[in-house]
């Protein structure tokens, strides 16, 4: 069976997104490993964003 792949979109509330409301990007096909390093980078570099991860399939 095919590994899970997920779905990242990263929000921030800073008032350089609100154009895009909040968005600040979005990545898709990624494995939880991936998501798990992104996840712990983005807590590091930049505090103000929040993750929401989507399940594929």
């Not at 990242?8 to 609100?18: D, G, Q, T």
């Not at 998501?35 to 570099?45: H, I, M, N, P, S």
């Amino acid at each position: 069976m095919a590994e899970q792949l997920y779905t990242v979109h990263a929000f921030s509330n800073l008032p350089e997104h609100a154009p895009s409301r909040g968005g600040v990007y979005i990545i898709t096909d990624m494995t939880e490993a991936q998501v798990k390093d992104l996840k712990a980078r983005e807590a590091q570099e930049h505090p103000d964003r929040w993750l929401k991860v989507e399940a594929q399939g």
